[in-house]
């Protein structure tokens, strides 16, 4: 390891700050322009209907409409993994919210005024209201043939006849002889309902088609490249005629990795001949129509001998991926890869399916399907540390995976793909004062008490997800960096000007990164998601910076007269090593070296890098051998809470997070974003969830009724540490950590709670209606 | 974005926001008063209200008073429910006012909207049910006054066309030791599962509900409940279930076991705030 960092493991300030703080960046829901048109959605009422009648009358009687499309118009289906949604529902709706139409006018209130006056008649049908309910012999069916749709990707497996989306399978071992074995075993069942992203920038897009045929899109999306794909695969353009641009994303969470507004903005544009057209949903519209955060029903048996090896797991999800499976077909077999939680069990059996339901359909969620299994999986290992009569703590030290273990796919761990489990665990045990589980009084009557996690996480990217870097010099010698990674709020533009910055040797001042993002001129990258963005973006950033090394050095050698060999850069200067005070700043040689006469040689200098996943397969349909991601991140994750046994009312003291996140490249930033993670994991954990109605309809789709935790409201004191193991893959050793924060606080805070009240607490959110309920049932 | 259009009146009197009200209904517009504007806005942008006129009263100066008139406190309707939180004139109010919505909302929102809300809750109106508070409201008739509770008790809404300027509170009701208590589902900011304001006179407690049941209520035989010393809070809490005007609120914030449960709390604390006078 090269030691003495430049700008890596630096607490830079994020380089959007100053704009932010003030206000003055610009969202795709800012610009405007002469002749900009809007679209607005009509969207379904019911669950689940058939569709009897558009009636759009008096709908083109209000001023200013200039277009109606509605479903029938496009009947196809779209998605990113198994084709089954069409943009605008056709012959039926399947959930509440569901576009069914979309009006264009010149004005945004006539848009509106129109779409209020479109009615739909129905013919109900019987709604599947839970994936419970979906998997039951004879249920209703969303989708009469699921498995006659166009599949994307290899790993997705629809059942036709039933209401499976796809069925994701893990063998390992021999489970079946293995539960002989154990000692103790424990079974229980989880479960939670779908939630919504609420990132702070509801959801826009804007479309236009020039005469030329260019297609133009702006949007708030974290996947430029997979809304080109999309057009080029379902709306027959081609694909170098679609131009994608992502101004700042404000929020995102895994919501905008989806492509959903933008095949509709571009069927508005496509019915004005062209012209530009805005479709912007408002906040209902983001919650309810727009796609959400999966819900799900789980059941985990494990099973451990008398010293607290465990020795064989049962998994089997049930995942409320709603009316399609979009993103949750990804997120069923990211769950099931990663079944076990950070433990090496030899016997795994996981069943793991997307389930459809007439609920919002669900895609991306920070955490990818891993907040989900943790809390199913967390709270089962505190269950079954009780029943062996040992600390939680040390059953999972007894348990925690290390190099040399495979993984449920059975992918082999070694030292640079895993963290170190053991190590998170043992400094999150000490840092939360960890007293064994125990309820502890404190003052007025209420109860303390501490709960922890442990959890990881791999990426499941595309095999070939790749991202690429282009590094430009101004005639002063300093540097812009253009590379497709989305700044959502992350601070991902802020890390890779700081690698940049270490491998040039250069203070960040003076490398500017493009902000906004262009596929015109941007190099292809994946997407901007799965934490994977300071892994692939930032080996492309590397990679580009030593092609600009390369060749700043052969001018250099050129203007020295010296080999380029014998050259070194930094602080602006490329330097001869054995003499440095003999050299020659970039600025005079960034764009050539022009000789005393004139003479100009090499121009300038373009730096060039790419980087793309290593060694990574699909899964094995019939047991899930594979190598699904390139490294695991580890961490453990600990609350404590203080509850009043009167009217079971609590609020979170004290979250903490231990993090192996290899080299930390900004520490400052990293501990904000875990911080935020924890928050996110808190307010998913206690108070947020969709509420449906018998007839599936939403029941609180706006902020004014579905409740978040708030500013003033997070815990009392938040702690945050990492462990640093480098990984030798990542740039400088860094490995993924953006959606870690979230991961392990529902457990975490569950596990504490079930111990102040001595009440299995198995179903989010944990608002005290449900620790009051749970207690009252519960076995003290 | 509103999908509607409609005209926006600002009058300075009372008199000329009636001549207005009479003109806009005479061109067949529907037409609303408008004070704070958070409920109008929020629920005309997702089309549950709609109006062809609206007239907005913060211009009329009698709305905007908060003063003494020997023993009576005149509390215009179109002041925010900050103002009077801030003011310190009407402790009890101050705190059921504080629990309505979050600060910046409450910068907005009036006390004449809060008491005449669509929405069930209308904490602010409890305390001013304990104080048997009169309304001075303007009308077709011309102005005239009467108990609050008659106008908006009992799930009562003013009637269209009547222009509530002030609400009146006597000073004996304003210094009364009083109780507040809100429950939400589970961050701080939101509707109540039960809200109960309380106060006493002598060894006589009365208590306002909001959140229990379909509106908040202020009952005679619950008073006579809270103020039995001879009961535990949990045979109160029995005894107030079975006055209740409607069934117990079940929704997606909580069933009616739990406001049930969060009522009996309540109860709990009054009982020992109150201690010395059982």
Redesign the interface.
């Known amino acids: 390891m090269e030691q003495g960092w430049y700008s890596v493991g630096q607490p830079e300030q994020r380089i959007d700050a100053e704009e932010k703080a003030r206000g003055t960046v610009r969202f795709v829901g800012d610009y405007l322009s002469p002749g900009l048109m809007h679209a607005k959605l009509v969207t379904s009422e019911r669950a689940h209907a058939e569709i009897r009648s558009v009636d759009v009358t008096e709908a083109w009687k209000v001023p200013g409409v200039r277009a109606i499309i509605t479903g029938e118009m496009f009947p196809f289906h779209i998605g990113p993994i198994l084709a089954d949604r069409p943009p605008l529902a056709f012959k039926k709706v399947r959930y509440c919210g569901e576009p069914l139409a979309i009006i264009v006018a010149d004005a ?2 006539q848009a ?2 129109a ?2 006056r479109v009615v739909v008649t129905y013919d109900p049908l019987p709604v599947v209201n839970s994936p419970s309910d979906a998997m039951r012999p004879g249920s209703p069916l969303v989708h009469e043939d699921a498995g006659s749709y166009q599949k994307l990707i290899s790993n997705v497996y629809p059942v036709s006849g039933t209401n499976i989306g796809s069925h994701i399978k893990i063998r390992k071992g021999d489970a079946g002889a293995a539960w002989a074995q154990c000692d103790e075993t424990v079974t229980a069942s989880y479960s939670f309902n779908l939630t919504d992203h609420a990132a702070m920038e509801p959801r826009a897009a804007m479309a236009e088609i020039n005469p030329s045929g260019k297609i133009i899109i702006h949007s708030c999306s974290q996947s430029p490249f997979t809304i080109k794909k999309v057009l080029n695969q379902f709306f027959n353009v081609e694909l170098g005629n679609v131009i994608v641009h992502i101004p700042l994303v404000g929020g995102a969470f895994g919501g905008k990795g989806t492509v959903q507004l933008e095949p509709l903005a571009y069927l508005a544009s496509k019915a004005v001949g062209g012209k530009l057209v805005r479709l912007e949903y ?1 906040r ?1 519209e983001d919650m309810r129509t727009a796609p959400c955060h999966i819900g799900l029903e789980a059941t985990v048996r494990l099973g451990a001998d008398k010293d607290g090896r465990l020795l064989a797991g049962q998994y089997t999800f049930l995942f409320d991926s709603g009316a399609y499976t979009d993103q949750g077909a990804g997120v069923t077999r990211a769950a099931a890869l990663d079944c076990t939680g950070p433990y090496d069990i030899a016997n795994v059996w996981c069943d793991s399916y997307c389930v459809y339901t007439n609920h919002p359909y669900a895609t991306s969620f920070r955490g990818y399907g891993h907040p989900e299994l943790s809390f199913a999986v967390e709270r089962t290992m505190d269950k079954l540390a009780r029943r062996l009569g040992l600390d939680p703590v040390e059953f999972r030290l007894r348990n925690a995976i290390k190099p040399g273990d495979e993984t449920p796919t059975q992918a082999v761990l070694t030292a640079n793909n895993i963290g170190d489990s053991a190590q998170c665990l043992l400094r999150a045990k000490e840092l939360i004062g960890w007293d064994g589980g125990k309820a502890r009084e404190a003052a007025g009557g209420k109860v303390r008490s501490k709960g922890l996690s442990l959890f990881w996480k791999t990426s499941t990217t595309a095999t070939n997800a790749q991202a690429g870097a282009v590094i430009k010099f101004e005639a002063d010698g300093s540097v812009n960096l253009n590379c497709a990674a989305i700044e959502l709020g992350q601070g991902t533009k802020t890390v890779l000007a700081q690698i940049l910055s270490e491998k040039l040797k250069m203070p960040l001042s003076k490398i500017r990164v493009t902000m906004e993002v262009n596929t015109q001129y941007d190099p292809h990258q994946w997407r901007t998601v799965a934490s994977s963005t300071t892994f692939l973006a930032g080996r492309a950033v590397m990679s580009a910076a030593d092609d600009a090394i390369a060749k700043l050095k052969k001018t250099a050698a050129v203007a020295l007269q010296c080999a380029e060999e014998d050259l070194d850069i930094g602080d602006g200067r490329v330097y001869y090593r054995p003499a440095p005070e003999f050299g020659v700043d970039i600025q005079e040689i960034a764009l050539g070296y022009k000789f005393p006469n004139g003479h100009t040689v090499s121009g300038q200098v373009i730096g060039v890098g790419k980087h793309v996943q290593t060694h990574l397969t699909p899964m094995d349909e019939k047991t899930g051998f594979g190598k699904p991601g390139p490294w695991w991140s580890v961490g453990a994750q600990a609350v404590e809470i203080e509850l009043d046994p ?2 079971y ?1 609590y609020r979170v003291l004290k979250a903490l997070t231990v993090l192996d996140g290899g080299t930390i490249i900004n520490p400052r930033m990293a501990e904000q974003q875990m911080r935020g993670g924890m928050y996110l994991g808190l307010s998913f954990a ?2 947020e969830s969709f ?1 449906f109605d018998a007839e599936g309809i939403v ?2 789709p ?1 902020l ?2 579905y ?4 500013f ?2 997070e815990p009392a004191e938040y702690m945050v540490d990492f462990v640093q193991t480098p990984s030798a893959a990542g740039p400088y050793g860094a490995r993924g950590i953006g959606e870690y924060g979230v991961i392990g606080m529902a457990p975490a805070l569950a596990n504490a709670l079930s111990a102040a009240t001595g009440a299995e607490l198995d179903e989010l ?1 944990l ?3 449900t620790v ?2 749970a207690a009252g049932e519960g076995s003290r | ?5 409609f005209d926006y009146h600002r009058p300075g009197t009372p008199e000329e926001a009636l001549s207005c009200f009479r003109e806009s209904t005479g061109q067949g517009l529907q037409t609303v008063f408008y004070s704070g504007g958070t409920e109008f806005l ?1 629920h005309a ?3 549950e209200i709609s109006a062809g006129a609206v007239i907005d009263i913060k211009d009329i100066p009698e709305c905007r008073e908060l003063q003494w008139d020997g023993e009576i406190l005149m509390i215009g309707a179109a002041l925010t429910l900050n103002e009077l939180a801030g003011s310190g004139e009407y402790p009890l109010l101050a705190l059921a006012a504080k629990g309505v919505a ?1 600060h910046t909302s409450r910068n907005k929102i009036t006390i004449g909207g809060n008491v005449n809300s669509r929405l069930p809750y209308r904490e602010a109106l409890l305390p001013l049910l304990l104080a048997d508070a009169a309304a001075k409201v303007a009308g077709p008739e011309g102005e005239r006054t009467l108990p609050l509770s008659e106008l908006v008790g009992q799930g009562g809404r003013l009637p269209s066309g009547e222009l509530l300027l002030q609400i009146l509170v006597s000073r004996r009701a304003v210094e009364r030791p009083h109780f507040f208590r809100k ?1 939400t ?7 109540p599962l039960v809200s109960l304001a309380a106060d006493r006179e002598g060894s006589r407690i009365s208590g306002a509900f909001s959140g229990l049941c379909g509106q908040p209520f202020r009952l005679a035989q619950v008073d006579e409940v809270l103020s039995d010393k001879s009961l535990t809070p949990e045979a109160q809490a029995a005894e107030i279930r079975s006055l209740l005007p409607t069934a117990v609120t079940a ?5 009616a076991e ?1 406001r049930l ?2 009522l009996g ?1 309540m109860l ?1 604390e009054l009982a020992e705030e109150w201690e010395e006078c059982r």
């Open positions: 945004e209130d509106k005024q779409a209020e408002s209902e009167a009217d009312s206690s108070t509420r029941l609180n706006s004014r009724d409740q978040m935790l708030r003033g409201e959110p608002t005290p209606e009051w309920r | 974005m509103i999908g509607f259009n929020t942008r997702t089309g979050d429950k589902r589970m961050t701080k900011v939101g509707y929704d997606q914030y909580a069933s739990y449960f969060v709390r709990h």
